[in-house]
C-alpha cells in the first residue's frame, strides 16, 4: 500500500500533465465547469461550500501517536483508512482520472514534491493553478501523494468517520484521500497540513499567513483566518505580493508555500480590490459565483449558494507579483481579526509578550460561508489564527514565532477588520479604506504621530492618530452611542478571552499570562 503509484497504474485512464489550457478544455467538455466572459473557469462544488473541519483527519499510528496534538486534530485509526483507501483504489480501477506533479515550498531548500490524482479536470486545474509549477512529469516519484475523489463517499456507520465526506492524511504511507466533496480549498489545506508537520523539525515557522514586500524591501506578513482580509490586503499595488495564505519562516527569511492565490469573491469590485478582480481570466477558476447564462458576466454580490464564493488563480496573474516567492525577514507582522462584539480597536501595537498571547489566542469571528454550517458571524479562538492545520502542539509554533520576533525585532500590531459602532447587528463592518489607511500608516512609520493611549482590560497601546482615518474611530468606544453597552461588552469579550487562555496557560511564561486582559 506504500507504493501509491498504484492508483496510476491501476486506473482505468490517466490523462497526464495536461496543461492548463487542455484542463480546461477537458472541465467543458466533460460539463464540470463554463466559462465566465472573462475567460476563467466557473464551477459549482455542491453542498460542500466551504471547508468541513469534522471531515478532516489524520491516521493514528507509532509514527505520529506522540507528534500530533489531539487536543485540536482528529484521530482515525488505521482500518478506517485502510477501507477508505480500497474504495478510492475501486473507483478509479473503473474511472478516468488526472494527474500531475507540483510543488509546495518556493525555498528549494525546503520543497515537497506532491503528486496529485484527481477525478476531476477543474480540480486539477485548481491545484496546478495554486501550487508551484514544476517541468517533473506525474511519473516521477513524489514525496507526498494527494488522491481526490469526490464521488466516493464514506459510510459514517462502517467507516467510522463523521459524515459521507473525508480528508485523511496519512503520515506513514505519504498520502491524502479527500472524498465525499468538491470544494477545493480542501485540497490546498490538506498539503498545508503536511508542510506545517513536517518544516518546523527544521526550524521553519509555517504560517498561515499572506506576505507582501515594500519598495526598500521591507516584509510584512499578515496573520489572520479566512475572512479576515489576508488575500485583500496583501494585493496592494505599491508593494510586490510574495503570497496570500501560506508562508514558511526560516533562518534565511520568508518564502510561500504556494504559487497562486485563492481570494474570496464575494462583493468583488474592480475599484475596491482592482488586482484581484483582473486577475479572474482565463486559467482562473471560480467556485460557486453566480454568472449569467448568457451573457457569462459574473455577479459577485450574488450569495445565494454561498458567501464564501472564491477564485484561484497563479501568482503571476498579479503584476506585482515577486517570482519566485522568497522574501527577507518581515519589519511588521499584522494579527488581523473580525471582531463581531465591535469593541477591539481599529489598529492596536503589541509588545512581544502581547504578540505571543494573541497569536496563542488566535481570536476572531468565523464568517458566513468559510466552514459548512455558518451563517453569522461566530466568536472563535484558533492558535496561530489557523489551528485546524496545524498537526504538532501549537506551542511548537509559538515558541519559534517569539524567537523569530526578538531576534528580528519585529513590530506586530493588531488590526481589527470586524465591526466599529457595536455589536454584528448593530455596528458597521469596518471600511476597507480605513484598514488599507491603517496599513499603509505602518509601513510609512505615521501611525500614531500625535501619540498613543491604552485600550482599557486589554491595555494595548491604540494610536490617536492615523492619516486618512478619522481620529474619532481609533479608539472604539467612541463610536458607540452608549458607551455603559461597550464596556459590557468588552468586559464580556476580555471573559472569552481569559476562559480560552486556560488551554495554554500551563506551557507558557507569567510574561506572556500576564499580557493577557485583565478584570
Given at each position: 500500500m506504500e507504493n501509491n503509484d498504484v492508483f496510476l497504474t491501476e486506473a482505468k485512464e490517466v490523462s497526464k500533465d495536461l496543461s492548463v489550457r487542455e484542463l480546461v478544455e477537458e472541465a467543458i467538455r466533460n460539463g464540470e465547469a463554463t466559462f465566465s466572459d472573462t475567460g476563467a473557469l466557473r464551477t459549482v462544488t455542491g453542498k460542500h461550500t466551504g471547508r468541513s473541519p469534522k471531515d478532516k483527519f489524520i491516521v493514528d499510528t507509532p509514527m505520529t501517536h506522540n507528534e500530533v496534538s489531539w487536543s485540536n486534530n482528529q484521530p482515525c485509526s488505521e482500518d478506517t483508512f485502510n477501507k477508505l483507501y480500497k474504495k478510492c483504489l475501486d473507483y478509479v480501477k473503473t474511472h478516468k482520472v488526472y494527474a500531475t506533479q507540483v510543488i509546495a515550498g518556493a525555498d528549494p531548500k525546503y520543497q515537497l514534491k506532491v503528486k496529485f490524482i484527481t477525478q476531476l479536470a477543474w480540480q486539477q486545474l485548481f491545484i496546478k493553478q495554486l501550487l508551484i509549477k514544476t517541468q517533473e512529469s506525474c511519473d516521477a516519484p513524489a514525496d507526498f501523494t494527494v488522491v481526490v475523489v469526490p464521488d466516493v463517499k464514506a459510510d459514517p456507520k462502517v467507516d467510522g468517520t463523521y459524515s459521507d465526506a473525508f480528508v485523511i492524511l496519512n503520515f506513514d504511507k505519504k498520502i491524502v484521500l479527500i472524498g465525499g466533496g468538491r470544494y477545493a480549498g480542501e485540497l490546498k489545506k490538506s498539503i498545508f497540513s503536511v508542510m506545517n508537520f513536517l518544516l518546523p523539525e527544521h526550524g521553519i515557522l509555517?504560517?498561515?499567513?499572506?506576505?507582501?514586500?515594500?519598495?526598500?524591501?521591507?516584509?510584512?506578513?499578515?496573520?489572520?483566518?479566512?475572512?479576515?482580509?489576508?488575500?485583500?490586503?496583501?494585493?496592494?499595488?505599491?508593494?510586490?505580493?510574495?503570497?496570500?495564505?501560506?508562508?514558511?519562516?526560516?533562518?534565511?527569511?520568508?518564502?510561500?508555500?504556494?504559487?497562486?492565490?485563492?481570494?474570496?469573491?464575494?462583493?468583488?469590485?474592480?475599484?475596491s480590490e482592482p488586482e484581484i478582480y483582473r486577475a479572474i481570466k482565463f486559467g482562473a477558476v471560480m467556485e460557486n459565483v453566480i454568472v449569467d447564462p448568457k451573457t457569462g458576466k459574473p455577479d459577485y454580490s450574488d450569495g445565494s449558494l454561498t458567501q464564501n464564493t472564491r477564485v484561484a488563480y497563479p501568482l503571476d496573474y498579479i503584476p506585482n507579483a515577486k517570482l519566485p516567492s522568497i522574501a527577507t525577514h518581515p519589519k511588521n507582522i499584522i494579527f488581523l481579526t473580525a471582531d463581531a462584539f465591535g469593541v477591539l480597536p481599529p489598529v492596536a501595537k503589541l509588545t512581544t509578550a502581547q504578540a505571543m498571547y494573541h497569536y496563542l489566542s488566535g481570536y476572531t469571528s468565523k464568517v458566513a460561508g468559510t466552514e459548512t454550517g455558518i451563517v453569522d458571524p461566530e466568536t472563535t479562538f484558533s492558535i496561530g489564527f489557523g489551528e485546524p492545520f496545524l498537526p504538532l502542539s501549537p506551542l511548537i509554533y509559538a515558541k519559534l514565532l517569539g524567537e523569530r520576533i526578538n531576534e528580528y525585532k519585529a513590530n506586530v500590531y493588531l488590526v481589527n477588520t470586524g465591526w466599529s459602532g457595536g455589536v454584528y447587528g448593530v455596528g458597521k463592518r469596518m471600511k476597507l479604506a480605513y484598514t488599507r489607511a491603517i496599513i499603509t500608516a505602518i509601513f510609512a512609520g505615521t501611525l500614531g504621530q500625535a501619540g498613543w493611549e491604552k485600550l482599557p482590560i486589554f491595555d494595548v497601546e491604540i494610536p490617536k492618530s492615523c492619516p486618512d482615518v478619522p481620529a474619532e474611530i481609533l479608539n472604539p468606544k467612541n463610536t458607540w452611542q452608549d458607551k455603559a453597552a461597550y464596556d459590557e461588552y468588552l468586559h464580556k469579550l476580555a471573559l472569552r478571552f481569559n476562559e480560552n487562555t486556560k488551554r495554554f496557560a500551563q506551557d507558557v511564561t507569567p510574561e506572556i499570562l500576564a499580557a493577557g486582559p485583565k478584570i
Open positions: 509555517t504560517m498561515h499567513c499572506s506576505c507582501n514586500e515594500g519598495a526598500k524591501g521591507d516584509v510584512a506578513l499578515f496573520f489572520g483566518l479566512s475572512g479576515t482580509g489576508k488575500t485583500t490586503l496583501s494585493a496592494d499595488p505599491n508593494r510586490s505580493l510574495i503570497g496570500d495564505d501560506e508562508h514558511g519562516w526560516g533562518a534565511n527569511g520568508v518564502f510561500n508555500i504556494e504559487g497562486g492565490c485563492y481570494a474570496k469573491c464575494i462583493d468583488l469590485t474592480e475599484e
